[in-house]
């Protein structure tokens, strides 16, 4: 939920009609990806219709949008470091394996958070803010002996930390048996799809990865369930310089991240509106909204319920269970 203006997004689908070798140029044509909009008359008039969010958008106001937004701007674009995913879990089995049963605790510290956070200019900005639980957690501590959940512990969220870099992303905190991370701006668009891929990845990881490695080794599957939110907040110095002093994102985004989290069913991905609202149509098309079974006290910017997903497409998320059910 982002202070200020509404956050949205149009989706164009980009389409080559000339190149130039010589000069390394391209031309290209944009028009509004036809799974989500479609041209419409209305009243004498032509409208930019989204399927998705039930929007009128006028033809003048399009155009005027295109011409204003895109005028000498640059096209980039942040492309995810994993390709595909299933390759990498692939490659990781060996490493947890090892990690598993190592008994080596010397490690360099190192806070590349810290380090981003400190190297901006701004004191306020847009994030993609991600929160993962390993569910039950407390049970497996209670189950296993002190150096084998040690272990355990270490490993997972070693590798599920090291996931979040190849997304653009950065591990805010660890949360003893979870992870907070987040994904900036520049690209306020961008950032929400590389999250909710980070979040697949990271599901992928645990269920087709990790959890035969753990049976292999005797040790109990794990489950997962993580919330993602996206909005503006608060770079702060936090603490005192006589223990621990280090900048923080402070702001409702994150809290509400976390909040999701524990609203989504076990094995599954939930997402705030914001977020869902600033993802490709690819990514929108497999989510659906849920309504949690508790007093939901927090609103959107129109007074109405902030309104909640889950992530329900690529065949059904491996071990999720409804998070109507869990609420």
């Known amino acids: ?53 039930n929007l009128w958008i006028p033809e003048d106001a399009f155009f005027k949008f295109l011409t204003n937004y895109l005028k000498d701007r640059p096209i980039g674009c942040q492309r995810p470091q994993i390709d595909p995913t299933e390759d990498y879990v692939d490659s990781r089995l060996s490493y947890v394996r090892k990690m598993l049963t ?3 605790s010397s490690a360099e510290l190192i806070d590349k958070s810290d380090d981003f956070l400190n190297s901006l200019a701004v004191d306020k900005l847009g994030f993609a803010i991600l929160s993962l639980d390993i569910v039950g957690s407390t049970h497996l501590s209670n189950v296993m002996s002190p150096e084998k959940y040690m272990n355990l512990i270490s ?31 520049p690209s306020f668009i961008r950032m929400n799809d590389l999250a909710i891929d980070c979040a697949f990845t990271m599901h992928l990881l645990i ?4 959890n035969l ?22 770079i702060v110095i936090i603490g005192s310089p006589e223990t621990k002093r280090h900048r923080d994102i402070i702001g409702s985004v994150v809290n509400l991240a976390s909040k999701i989290q524990s609203l989504a069913g076990v094995g599954g991905i939930a997402l705030g509106n914001t977020t869902l609202r600033n993802l490709h149509t ?7 909204e849920f309504m949690p079974r508790i007093d939901w ?6 007074g109405s319920p902030y309104r909640l997903h889950r992530v329900v497409g690529r065949k059904r998320l491996k071990g999720e269970t409804d998070p109507e059910k869990n609420t």
């Not at 109990?220 to 909005?231: K, M, N, T, V």
């Not at 006290?297 to 129109?302: A, L």
Request: hydrophobic share 35%.
């Open 207 to 210: 269920y087709k990865g990790i």
């Open 282 to 288: 690819t990514w929108r098309e497999i989510c659906e």
């Open 1 to 53: 939920m982002a202070d200020g203006e509404i956050q949205f997004r149009i989706d164009l689908k980009m389409k080559v009609i000339a190149f130039d070798e010589k000069e390394n140029e391209f031309k290209f044509e944009l028009e509004p990806d036809p799974r989500r909009y479609e041209w419409r008359e209305q009243d004498g008039k032509s409208w930019l219709y989204d399927k998705l969010d």
């Open 102 to 104: 190592s008994t080596d």
């Open 155 to 185: 490993t997972v969220l070693f590798e599920l930390s090291s996931v979040v870099p190849k997304f653009h992303g950065h591990v805010l905190k660890y949360t003893g048996d979870g992870i907070i991370a987040y994904f900036p701006a």
């Open 213 to 234: 490695i753990l049976k292999e080794e005797d040790y109990q599957p794990l489950d997962i369930r993580i919330g993602i939110d996206s909005g503006e907040a608060y």
């Open 297 to 302: 006290p927090y609103k959107d910017q129109d």
